[in-house]
């Protein structure tokens, strides 16, 4: 299971720092993926973590602003969200991308297990 946490409202150039947390399993064995739904678009992949090399991918419409990280301790991904612009909308779902089947992991929303989502709203 995975459970996101730390959504929320904010102004545009605000920060925000997205949590996702598992249960039953450890998120080093698998890659990690964040993306984000928004109304009438396909859903975004926004930035993903590799296991075990820890290695990151980011959306070209986030790099520079986000970042992703692993807290192996707390078995907790975090995706910490700077300059957040009108744009970065949405709600924020983790997800699992595990392996072997995944051999990197991808921006594209494939997983076999997601959470529940954040809400993330910009606003003035």
């Known amino acids: 299971q995975l459970v996101e946490s730390g959504g929320g409202l904010v102004q545009p150039g605000g920060s925000l720092t997205l949590s996702c947390t598992a249960s039953?399993?450890?998120?080093?064995?698998?890659?990690i993926l964040w993306f984000r739904q928004v109304p009438g678009k396909e859903n975004e992949g926004v930035s993903c973590?590799?296991?075990?090399?820890?290695?990151?991918e980011y959306a070209d419409s986030v790099q520079g602003r986000f970042t992703i990280s692993r807290d192996s301790a707390k078995n907790t991904v975090y995706l910490q969200m700077n300059r957040i612009e009108f744009g970065d909308t949405g709600i924020y779902y983790c997800?699992?991308?595990?392996?072997?089947?995944?051999?990197?992991?991808?921006?594209?929303?494939?997983?076999?297990?997601r959470g529940q989502g954040t809400q993330v709203t910009v606003s003035t």
């Open positions: 997800a699992a991308q595990p392996r072997p089947q995944f051999r990197r992991c991808i921006l594209s929303p494939a997983y076999n297990v």
């Open positions: 039953g399993f450890a998120l080093d064995d698998d890659h």
């Open positions: 973590i590799n296991s075990p090399d820890g290695s990151t």
